[in-house]
């Protein structure tokens, strides 16, 4: 007997119609989010940084740097902008041509700017011109945040543009290696401000991941990054034990009370005690749900204790939430909602 298969031609044309449809949705927000990194880079305004770099954000342009291949999340991307327009007057990246495809971000730019700071080393300034053409490769994670970057770029026009090779330069090849890290022990490095540069990278990264799970109001993503034997106490005085107490504890805030809110903090500093331990020191503030601005009576002062674990992983194994009320000096109030309020 023939076997008789039922088919749908219209219904299955709906589906392909759905599906592309998804599909397009999700590359226009990607490029978008690529777009608003680009606009970061050309006018140094890093204040939304969080919103479109995910704190998992890995540049494979930094790694050739003993001190910036430790950095990751929206700090990474900052100290790339800063640098690039410390480094060149008028940087400008003028986007010629912008392709997604999936998880990828393809962007073919031509880039502009006058040499007048330091940058890899090259100095003094040569006060030169550079236009040059480069491509962006970038990776969006799941949360709709540029989470990988990668570029290609004409270094040899660039170099020559900026009078370091020439075209017959015998001492091309070696300078084009030192510019691609290959001869990197050989050129001056930077000093090394902080010992456990690598170690301060990663537990910078720890609040950010606090941070981007208050925002998704996940209880789980909030308490990640504690010991499973954490401890968290709150404004009020309410502690709480272990990372699975957190977690449930805040869950049922971000459902109620601090539904639909936004945590907004600013790392001021971290101190090593020993190899092991350190404290870190960050101030914090909240934009409820249906606001755009901080309410400065919810600032607070974060101190957290953080401990490299027998997995040598770090976590947060202390966490203290003081309220910031200055009783009796309003103006401290006031320049703590303004040092927050940049971080937006």
């Known amino acids: 007997m023939e076997k008789i298969t039922d088919t749908n031609p219209k219904k ?3 589906e392909e119609q759905v599906e592309s449809k998804v599909k397009l949705e999700t590359e226009t927000s990607s490029i978008r989010v690529v777009r608003e990194a680009l606009e970061a880079l050309n006018t140094g305004d890093v204040s939304r940084v969080h919103e479109f770099i995910s704190p998992e954000y ?6 050739v740097d003993p001190v910036r291949s430790k950095l ?5 991307f900052i100290d790339t902008v800063k640098n690039l327009r410390n480094a060149f007057a008028d940087l400008h990246y003028e986007e010629q041509e912008t392709i997604a495809s999936g998880d990828k971000v393809i962007q073919i730019l031509n880039i502009t700017g006058k040499h007048v700071g330091n940058f890899f080393g090259i100095a003094p300034p040569t006060g030169n011109n550079i236009s040059y053409q480069g491509v962006h490769i970038y990776r969006i994670g799941e949360d709709g945040k540029i989470v990988e970057h990668r570029a290609i770029r004409d270094d040899l026009t660039f170099m020559m543009q900026l009078g370091i090779v020439g075209p017959a330069s015998p001492e091309y090849e070696q300078l084009f290696q030192a510019w691609k890290g290959f001869m990197q022990s050989q050129m001056s490095q930077p000093p090394i401000s902080k010992l456990y540069a690598d170690d301060e990278a990663k537990i910078r990264s720890l609040y950010f991941q606090m941070i981007d799970g208050w925002n998704k109001g996940s209880g ?6 504690f010991a499973e034997d954490g401890d968290l106490v709150g404004f009020d005085g309410t502690h709480l034990k272990g ?3 957190i977690a449930s504890f805040h869950q049922q805030l971000f459902d109620r009370f601090l539904k639909g809110s936004r945590l907004v903090g600013k790392i001021k500093s971290v101190r090593f005690l020993t190899p092991d331990v350190a404290i870190m020191h960050v101030v914090g503030g909240t934009i409820m749900d249906g606001q755009t601005d901080i309410e400065p009576e919810r600032n607070s002062i974060h101190t957290l204790v953080v401990m490299k674990g ?3 992983k770090w976590h947060i194994a202390a966490f203290q939430n003081t309220r910031a009320q200055y009783i009796g000096r309003p103006d401290m109030s006031q320049a703590l909602t303004e040092e927050l309020r940049k971080e937006l």
Do not use: V
């Not at 990751?72 to 990474?76: D, H, L, Q, T, V």
């Not at 789980?220 to 990054?225: I, V, Y």
């Open 12 to 14: 299955e044309k709906e």
């Open 58 to 63: 890995f540049n494979h342009e930094s790694q």
């Open 72 to 76: 990751r999340g929206p700090e990474e």
């Open 220 to 225: 789980d993503a909030f308490a990640a990054p």
């Open 243 to 245: 990372r699975k107490e």
């Open 310 to 312: 027998n997995d040598d």
